[in-house]
C-alpha cells in the first residue's frame, strides 16, 4: 500500500502508505534524534500491549535501551517508524524493527502500534516495507516470536501472503518468514491497496457534508461559481460556506473559519490564494476533515517559489493523513443520483451517464466537460487531480475498478507516478472495463546516449506505448479520438470479431469506410449467397450487395430497416456500419427511425455504428428523437470500432502468468560475476556470452586470442571456416571500424585477417581499446534477430526484440514490452514485427524456431530480473535456427553498473 517515495540525499526520508481507512500515513527510517518521541510513545502504550511486545510486564525504558533503538546502522539492525504530526510536534505511533541474527540471511522482527489506532493495518504496511529494506540488504528470513493472545499480530503474519513456517510451545508462536517467495504475498498486497486506494477516493466523492473555502459573493469568481454549482446540481448532502468577509453567500449561512462550522466536515474545497492554503489546511487537520480539494493555483506549476511551497504543501498532508486532490486543479464531480457533487467551477452542467473521467489539466477537463455536454455523452464521475501531490490516476482507477457506475473510464495523462504500479492496477481493471487514455508529451524525456541499439531506439514514449498495450489500455492520439472510442464503447457491444458489413446509401463513402477498415486492422468479406439474395429481394437492381452494400440515393427508410436486419442476421459479420448522406428524397429523422426500430427489435450482441454525414445541428436531433449516436464521418466511425475490437481482443486473452526456471542456481551466478570484488561496466563480449549460457540461453563457441597465431590456433581447434571479432569492452559497433572479418577458411587467411582487423582499429584511433580478437565459428542458415534491454529513467528496464544484424537502427523493426515479461509476451512481442512471416516461413524459406526464440526472450528477461544491476544488455544477433534447433547467440553486450545504497 506504499504510495510514494521521497529521498534527500541518498536515504529514505519519508514513504507515504494508505491505510484501510483510506488515510494516509508516513514511514519513515527511526533516526538517533529519535528518542524523546519513542519514549513519549512507549509510555502512551498501555500496560497490555507493552505486555504484548515484550512479552513481560515492562514498565520503564532506559535510555540505553532508546539508544540501542534508535542508533540503528543496517542490516545488523533496522526499523521504521509511523509518524503524525509536523516537525516538533511530530509523534511516533508505531515502529517495527528487526535484528540480523549472526552469521546468517535472517533477522528477527519486533512490532508495536500504539493502542487507538490498532485494526488500521499500519502493522502490515510496516511488515511490507520492513521487508522490502531487508531484501535490499540480502535478508531473506524473518523471524518472530508472537504470544499466543496477541491475536492481532498472529493476523499480520498469518493474512501477510508471505510463505511462513509456524510452530507452537510454551504459549507462544514461533514463525520464520520466507521473505523471497512473494507470489501469493503479491497478489495479497495488491488487494489489501486496492481497498486502501479505493476508500480514499470513496469518501472524496460521496461525501454528506462539503466545506467551501473561499466561497465568494460574486458568481464570476473560482468560489463563487463552485460554491453555486453545489446548489444547482442538488447537491444531496449539507454544504457550507466558508468566507470571513460576509455572512452570507447566495443565502446561505456562511462561516467565517472552518473550524466554526458547527458540525463534522467530509469534504473541505479550498479556494483561496497559494499563501493562505497551509494555513487553512491546519485548520482542516484540527477539524478532523479527512479529505482535501485544492483548487488553488500557485504551486509546482509556478516556478520555484511555488515548487517549494508545494513541497511544504506535500509534507504537512502527509504529516496529517489528509488525502488532497490538487492543487491547481478544476475540482471533483460525481453524477449520481444518490450524490450529485459538482465540485468544480465548470459552467457546464455535464450529463449523466457511464463514464468517468480523469484529467490531469484542470483546463482540459473544462473543455471535457463542454465536448461530452455537446455530444450528450454522459458522466458518472470526473476527477481533475491537477499536480497531483497525491490523489491520482492509480486512486481512481482502483475506486473506478468496482464503481457500478463506472462502466468506461477515459484518463488524460501528462506524467506518471509509478508507471509500473500504474501497469499493474490498469492490466487488472482492462479485463474488466475499459481504459482510453490520451498521454500528452511525446518528446524524449532525456538524452540517451547510443551505447547500444537498444538505448538508440528506445524512447520514453516507445515505454508509453509498450505500458499501455501490455495493460489493455486504448490509447488515442487527439481528444477526438477519445471521445469516439467512448461513444462505441459506452453504447456498443464489443465485437466478436474482425468482419464488418458495411450498408450504405452512397457508393464513395463506403469505399472510404471500406479502405478505413482495411488501415485500421478489420476486413469487408464478401456477403454470403444467401445474405446477397436476401437483399436482392427488396432492393433495387442498381443496388450492388456484396459488401459494401450500396442502396443507391433513393433507398426509402424501409430498406434500411430490412437490410440492417439481413446484415445483422449474418453469421459471417461481426459488426455494421451504416452510413447515411441525406438526399432530397428522405428525411434523416425517418431513416433515424427506421434504424431504431430494427435495432428494437434486434436480439443479438453485434455493435451497430452509425454515421450520418451531414451537420451536428441535425444530428443533435436524431439523437434525441432516436436515440442514436450516429459519427459524422466513416473514418471515425471505423477507427472507434477498431479500438473496441482491439479492446475485445485483450479482454477476452488470458492474462498470462510468471514464468519461473527452477533450474537455474541465481546464487552461484550472483557470486561468480556480481560477487564482491567483480569488475563492473562492460563486460568482455566471452563473458557476456558465458552469463547468457548459465541462464539456459545458447551461445556460440567462443575462444579468445591475444595475437594472429593464437587466433589460428583457436581456428584450428573450432573447425573452419570462423569470424574475428575484435575483442574490446568499449567498441560498440565492431562493423563501423571494420572489426569483424568473416568466412575465414584457413589458418593463414585468419593471421591476416587479425592483422588487418588490428590495422583498422588502429586507423579508428581506438588501438587502446583492443585486447585481441574472439574465434567463433560460422553459424549458417538463421535469422539474425536482437534481443535487447535498456533501463528508461522512470518506466525501468525495456526488452526489445526485432530483426537484428547490422541494419536494426535502420530498419527499425522492433517492438519494446515493460519488464517483468510473462508467458504470453513474447508471441506478442514478435507478431507485432513487419517481420515476422521471415520466421513463419516466407516464400520456401524454412520456418524458424519461434518457440525457441520466446524461450530465450522469457530467460532474457528472468536474467534481467534476478539481477538488477544488468544497466544494458543485448544479443546481436541472435541467430533463430529451423524449427526444433533452437536459437543462438552470436555476440552480445552487458553492462554491470557500480553498486549502489540499497534503493529501499
Given amino acids: 500500500m506504499a504510495v510514494e517515495k521521497r529521498r534527500e540525499g541518498g536515504g529514505p526520508e519519508s514513504i507515504e502508505v494508505i491505510l484501510r481507512t483510506g488515510q494516509s500515513l508516513k514511514l519513515r527510517p527511526i533516526r538517533p534524534t529519535d528518542r524523546q518521541k519513542l519514549r513519549d510513545f512507549f509510555y502512551r502504550l498501555s500496560p497490555r500491549t507493552r505486555y504484548l511486545r515484550f512479552q513481560y510486564a515492562k514498565e520503564h525504558i532506559t535510555e540505553e535501551e532508546l539508544k540501542y533503538f534508535t542508533e540503528v546502522t543496517p542490516p545488523a539492525r533496522y526499523a521504521y517508524v509511523a509518524a503524525i504530526g509536523e516537525a516538533e510536534k511530530e509523534q511516533i505511533v508505531a515502529v517495527a524493527r528487526w535484528d540480523l541474527l549472526p552469521g ?7 512490532f508495536t502500534v500504539e493502542d487507538n489506532i490498532q485494526l488500521h493495518g499500519i502493522g502490515t504496511l510496516l511488515l511490507e516495507e520492513l521487508a522490502k529494506a531487508a531484501l535490499s540488504y540480502g535478508i531473506t528470513l524473518f523471524r518472530a516470536q508472537v504470544l499466543e493472545e496477541n491475536t492481532r499480530m498472529l493476523e499480520v503474519f498469518d493474512e501477510s501472503g508471505f510463505r511462513f513456517k509456524k510452530a507452537f510451545s510454551e504459549g507462544v508462536y514461533h514463525y520464520t518468514i520466507d521473505l523471497k517467495d512473494q507470489e501469493e504475498y503479491s497478489k495479497r498486497q495488491a488487494y489489501r491497496e486496492h481497498i486502501a486506494r479505493s476508500e480514499g477516493v470513496r469518501k472524496l466523492l460521496n461525501p454528506k457534508r462539503v466545506a467551501i473555502i473561499g466561497a465568494s459573493r460574486s458568481p464570476e469568481s473560482v468560489g463563487g461559481a463552485l460554491f453555486r454549482n453545489m446548489l444547482r446540481d442538488g447537491f444531496r448532502g449539507v454544504v457550507f460556506p466558508v468566507n470571513p468577509k460576509t455572512d452570507s453567500i447566495a443565502g446561505v449561512l456562511s462561516y467565517p473559519t472552518v473550524l466554526d462550522v458547527p458540525v463534522d466536515i467530509d469534504l ?16 482542516c487537520a484540527q477539524k478532523g476533515i479527512g479529505t482535501l480539494v485544492v483548487i488553488s493555483a500557485g504551486f509546482g506549476e509556478s516556478g520555484p517559489e511555488g515548487k517549494e511551497r508545494e513541497r511544504q504543501l506535500r509534507e504537512k498532508i502527509l504529516s496529517y493523513g489528509i488525502r488532497v486532490v490538487g492543487p491547481n486543479c478544476l475540482g471533483v464531480l460525481n453524477n449520481s443520483p444518490d450524490v450529485r457533487l459538482n465540485a468544480t467551477f465548470s459552467p457546464v452542467i455535464a450529463p449523466s451517464g457511464n463514464l468517468s473521467i480523469g484529467s490531469q489539466s484542470g483546463a482540459l477537463g473544462l473543455a471535457l466537460l463542454d465536448h461530452a455536454k455537446s455530444i450528450d455523452l454522459g458522466i458518472s464521475s470526473f ?8 490523489i491520482a490516476t492509480d486512486d481512481l482507477l482502483e475506486y473506478w475498478e468496482d464503481d457500478k457506475n463506472t462502466d468506461v473510464i477515459v484518463l488524460y495523462q501528462e506524467s506518471f507516478g509509478s508507471p509500473r504500479k500504474f501497469g499493474r492496477i490498469a492490466k487488472r481493471i482492462s479485463h474488466k472495463k475499459p481504459i482510453i487514455a490520451v498521454k500528452a508529451g511525446r518528446s524524449l524525456v ?24 501490455q495493460a489493455g489500455v486504448i490509447r488515442v492520439t487527439t481528444i477526438e479520438e477519445m471521445f469516439n472510442a467512448a461513444e462505441v464503447l459506452t453504447h456498443q457491444p464489443l465485437p466478436k470479431g474482425p468482419r464488418v458489413g458495411i450498408l450504405t446509401n452512397a457508393g464513395g463513402p463506403g469505399v472510404l469506410a471500406a479502405d478505413a477498415c482495411e488501415g485500421f486492422g478489420l476486413k469487408v468479406p464478401p456477403l454470403s449467397e444467401e445474405t446477397q439474395a436476401r437483399l436482392r429481394e427488396f432492393l433495387p437492381k442498381a443496388a450492388a450487395v456484396a459488401n459494401p452494400v450500396d442502396m443507391i440515393a433513393t433507398a426509402p427508410p424501409e430498406s434500411f430497416r430490412r437490410a440492417l436486419e439481413v446484415m445483422l442476421g449474418d ?23 427506421s434504424v431504431k426500430a430494427a435495432l428494437e427489435g434486434y436480439r443479438g450482441d453485434k455493435p451497430v455504428v452509425t454515421c450520418f454525414m ?24 471505423v477507427q472507434a470500432l477498431s479500438l473496441s475490437y482491439t479492446y475485445s481482443l485483450y479482454k477476452h486473452r488470458a492474462e498470462g502468468s510468471p514464468v519461473r526456471f527452477p533450474e537455474l542456481d541465481t546464487d552461484s551466478i550472483r557470486a561468480a560475476v556480481f560477487g564482491e570484488g567483480a569488475e563492473r561496466g562492460w563486460m568482455m563480449p566471452e563473458a557476456a556470452l558465458d552469463l547468457l549460457k548459465q541462464y539456459g540461453i545458447k551461445a556460440v563457441e567462443t575462444r579468445v586470442a591475444m595475437d594472429a597465431d593464437a587466433a589460428a590456433r583457436a581456428a584450428s581447434e573450432l573447425g573452419f571456416p570462423v569470424v574475428l571479432k575484435v575483442r574490446s569492452r568499449r567498441i560498440v559497433h565492431k562493423t563501423d571500424i571494420g572489426g569483424i572479418a568473416v568466412g575465414l577458411a584457413t589458418a593463414e587467411e585468419v593471421k591476416k585477417a587479425f592483422s588487418g582487423i588490428q590495422l583498422r582499429v588502429e586507423e579508428a584511433g581506438m588501438l587502446d581499446e583492443m585486447q585481441g580478437v574472439i574465434v567463433q565459428p560460422m553459424i549458417k542458415g538463421g535469422q539474425e534477430m536482437i534481443i535487447g534491454m535498456s533501463v528508461d529513467p522512470l518506466f525501468g528496464p525495456l526488452i526489445m526484440t526485432g530483426l537484428g544484424g547490422v541494419e536494426v537502427e535502420l530498419l527499425k523493426d522492433v517492438s519494446f514490452a515493460i519488464h517483468p515479461l510473462n508467458d504470453i509476451e513474447p508471441e506478442r512481442m514478435l507478431t507485432q514485427l513487419k517481420s515476422y512471416p521471415l520466421l513463419k516461413g516466407y516464400r520456401g524459406r524454412p520456418p524458424r524456431d ?7 526472450i522469457l530467460r532474457f528477461s528472468a536474467l534481467i530480473e534476478d539481477f538488477p544491476e544488468l544497466e544494458t544488455i543485448e544479443i546481436n544477433p541472435l541467430m533463430v535456427l529451423g524449427e526444433g ?6 555476440d552480445a553486450r552487458v553492462y554491470i553498473r557500480a553498486p549502489e545504497s540499497p534503493a529501499f
Avoid: W
Avoid at 532525456?446 to 498495450?469: E, N, P, W
Avoid at 452510413?579 to 428522405?586: A, F, Q
Avoid at 519461434?850 to 530465450?856: C, E, R, V
Fill in 383 to 390: 476527477v481533475s487531480f491537477g499536480n497531483r501531490i497525491d
Fill in 885 to 890: 534447433k533452437g536459437s543462438v547467440a552470436v
Fill in 268 to 283: 473541505a474545497v479550498v479556494v483561496v490564494p497559494a499563501e493562505h492554503v497551509p494555513a487553512v489546511v491546519d485548520q
Fill in 614 to 637: 451531414m451537420s451536428q445541428a441535425t444530428m443533435e436531433g436524431i439523437r434525441k428523437e432516436a436515440g442514436l449516436r450516429p459519427f459524422v464521418f466513416p473514418e471515425d466511425a
Fill in 571 to 593: 453469421p459471417d459479420l461481426d459488426s455494421v456500419i451504416l452510413i447515411y448522406i441525406p438526399p432530397l428524397v428522405t428525411k434523416p429523422e425517418d431513416i433515424a427511425s
Fill in 446 to 469: 532525456g538524452a540517451r546516449a547510443a551505447t547500444s541499439h537498444t538505448g538508440a531506439l528506445a524512447a520514453s514514449d516507445v515505454a508509453v506505448d509498450a505500458l499501455f498495450r
Fill in 104 to 110: 546468517t540471511s535472517n533477522a528477527e522482527v519486533a
Fill in 850 to 856: 519461434i518457440a525457441g526464440l520466446k524461450d530465450t
